[in-house]
């Protein structure tokens, strides 16, 4: 796994963790004594997820002379960082600040995906504004674009495989179970509904039209190297 030491980043640390700091006072509020310890250790953790979840990244910006590229200014990569440091924050136990790090990036960057939702190590999006990220179970290399959905149906949430990609308008809800390398074009609902691995899928559920895809065809597509995924399961 990487550490944040391989994590090339455009600011000194420093100043990433001063301009937190700016940032959730001037949104929210930010009290140094009683806030400062807990965002500085997850700030730590954070970076280090977000080495892990760039180096797979085939998108050339994630990268800095052979080093997975963190920078603050890139709405993707921003997206992806405050993420885990919610989700760092939680974990430590500080929920307060934990809310105010996802209400931040929902301000920012405009995807509404929570603290509580449990991310493979490595996921991507592009775009992503508009998008709902639900409790599901995701399998490493999830990637979705802007307005998509993963949620609930009567309280069941679906299971997505390895490298499931979600184009723009897609929607995954309830009780389905979405096999590994599975394409969902932009604009398919799957609600309720099984797809199988190795499929590219369009329409709106029961109606869904799910072709088959060579393993050749995926790799073109893949937003991931699959060697740096890590193992099945």
Same mark, same amino acid.
């Given at each position: ?38 965002? %500085? ?8 997820? +977000? ?20 920078? !603050? ?16 924050? =939680? ?9 105010? $790090? ?16 449990? *991310?493979? $190590?490595?996921?991507?999006? %592009?775009?992503?504004? /508009?998008? +709902?990220?639900?409790? =599901? ?26 490298? +499931? ?5 897609? =929607? ?16 398919? *609902? ?6 199988? !691995? *190795? ?12 072709? !088959? *895809? ?15 995924? /890590?193992?099945?399961?």
């Amino acid at each position: 796994m990487a550490r944040a030491s391989e994590l090339a980043l455009a600011m000194p640390r420093q100043r990433l963790a001063a301009l937190l700091r700016r940032q959730l006072g001037s949104l929210f509020e930010f009290d140094e004594a009683t806030d400062g310890a807990a965002l %500085d250790t997850a700030l730590t953790g954070a970076l280090e997820d +977000v080495a892990v979840c760039f180096r797979p990244a085939r998108n050339k910006y994630f990268h800095r002379d052979g080093a997975p590229w963190f920078d !603050p200014f890139h709405s993707g990569q921003n997206t992806i960082f405050l993420y885990y440091l919610s989700r760092r924050l =939680a974990r430590a136990g500080a929920t307060s600040l934990a809310d105010r $790090a996802y209400g931040l990036n929902k301000a920012l960057n405009g995807l509404d995906l929570y603290h509580g939702v449990e *991310m493979p $190590a490595v996921f991507g999006l %592009d775009h992503p504004g /508009g998008s +709902v990220i639900g409790r =599901a179970t995701m399998g490493e290399g999830f990637f979705f674009c802007q307005n998509c959905t993963v949620g609930s149906s009567r309280g069941v949430f679906p299971t997505l495989g390895r490298e +499931v990609t979600m184009f723009a308008y897609a =929607a995954v809800i309830g009780r389905c179970a979405i096999g590994d390398r599975v394409i969902l074009g932009a604009g398919t *609902m799957v609600v309720d509904q099984d797809v199988p !691995p *190795m499929s590219v899928v369009t329409g709106r559920s029961p109606h869904l039209d799910i072709r !088959p *895809m060579t393993p050749e065809s995926f790799s073109r597509r893949a937003y991931f190297e699959p060697a740096l995924l /890590g193992p099945p399961g």
